[in-house]
């Protein structure tokens, strides 16, 4: 996506609808623009229709049934819905919930509700590669242990979690597996069934469809997943969430899911390629590169790279016109560095200089290219300035030196 100067490399924060997408959204505004709770006459049976349409694309892409499929206002609803229903639902059975440090605020600022309200929540730690150990989450399953939420892919890194083993381990103790699928459905193969998973969490905007529609994946059967509604009103989404529905933006959810299902095969492998293609081009022309993330286990379209001895702030005036990331979009406001990449290890400085570079449907590897040129241009600038580039050329460890503190 590239206008006058700019070029947009920030798909895993949010994407354009895609065209065709939009086509089918258009007459849901103003021809068919009935309530899909509407049973009394054919405005609503026709949005009803539209609706039904859009729940089997959506459930289609993870082999779900459409009725497993809960509409919400987006991903962030339906990780509060997911943790916070299935906290409340099972309250008698135990209040232990387990999760991880590296996943997003929507999970963890629920999770601080959670133990606000009584519940004990366990978040395991990563290894340098943003991978949970499998004994370590293990070790943390205790009798009162009611639900783990792992998320599927890092907004941040991209990193995959392995979230086959992770269903597994939980489908064996009787303890239900939610995952926070945002970035990974409809970019890399999705089983429910084969993966054990019994809630998931989704959103429209991720893969090319309209900003503030998601869904819930509540499994119905073997085991019957329930879940405490969180906003109650007429019962509907099976009473798991009241309110009118959004019916153009679920069309429009509908026809994205559809479109990334069929052609998600070859886009990953052409959004892999060209970002191997940028990938390689930094490691060889900048030294010190660091990739940040197993490289093995992630999506195909997320890059995040730091740059030693280079403030990430500076980078990203220095890139101005090119949309990319330094830390998470919900937390780039602060000055902090990313909590992501500090949970695996990296110390502030090479936190702070890291960028987020995601490829999607309409990226070009001439804007890759330029991309390259630019990043390595302004990293040999900030670096010709840097007192400790110039120590570190000389052979000097900085780690061994002792600053004076006035």
């Not at 990226?363 to 120590?391: C, F, G, K, N, Y």
Request: glycine letters at 8%.
């Amino acid at each position: 996506m590239t206008d006058q100067q700019h070029i947009y490399l920030d798909y895993a924060a949010t994407c354009p609808v895609d065209p065709a997408v939009l086509q089918h959204m258009l007459p849901f505004f103003t021809e068919h623009f009935g309530n899909a709770a509407s049973r009394t006459h054919a405005f609503g049976w026709e949005a009803e229709e539209a609706v039904s349409r859009a729940r089997a694309q959506v459930a289609a892409v993870i082999g779900a049934d459409a009725k497993e499929i809960a509409f919400t206002s987006g991903a962030t609803e339906a990780n509060n819905l997911a943790l916070k229903g299935v906290a409340e639902f099972l309250k008698d059975k135990g209040n232990h919930v387990i999760t991880v440090v590296t996943e997003h605020k929507a999970i963890l600022d629920t999770g601080k509700h959670l133990e606000r309200n009584g519940a004990e929540v366990t978040y395991l730690s990563v290894g340098s590669d943003g991978l949970v150990s499998m004994q370590a989450l293990a070790d943390a399953i205790r009798p009162e242990t009611v639900l783990v939420s792992v998320m599927f892919a890092n907004n941040e890194t991209g990193v995959v979690q392995p979230i086959a083993e992770i269903g597994a381990l939980c489908r064996s103790k009787g303890i239900m597996f939610h995952t926070d699928a945002v970035q990974a459905y409809g970019k890399v193969p999705i089983d429910v069934n084969e993966m054990n998973i019994d809630l998931m969490s989704i959103s429209a905007h991720k893969i090319y469809g309209p900003k503030g529609v998601g869904a819930l994946y509540v499994r119905r059967r073997r085991p019957r997943v329930r879940i405490a509604p969180q906003i109650h009103g007429g019962g509907h989404e099976r009473g798991n969430r009241s309110g009118t529905l959004n019916v153009p933006g679920i069309v429009g959810f509908g026809a994205a899911a559809e479109l990334a299902k069929t052609s998600m095969a070859q886009e990953a492998a052409r959004t892999l390629e060209l970002r191997e293609h940028l990938r390689t081009r930094l490691e060889a022309e900048i030294p010190d590169t660091i990739v940040n993330g197993s490289l093995e286990q992630r999506l195909p379209g997320t890059l995040n790279v730091s740059f030693a001895y280079v403030e990430g702030e500076s980078l990203l005036m220095g890139l101005k016109g090119i949309a990319v990331s330094s830390g998470s979009a919900c937390t780039s406001a602060s000055l902090e560095p990313s909590y992501v990449l500090k949970a695996m290890g990296l110390d502030d400085e090479l936190a702070h200089s890291s960028l987020r570079i995601s490829v999607g449907r309409f990226t070009t590897r001439a804007e890759l290219d330029s991309v390259a040129d630019r990043i390595r241009d302004q990293v040999e600038r900030l670096r010709a300035m840097s007192p400790l580039w110039e120590m570190v050329q000389e052979g000097i460890d900085l780690k061994s030196i002792e600053w004076a503190h006035h």
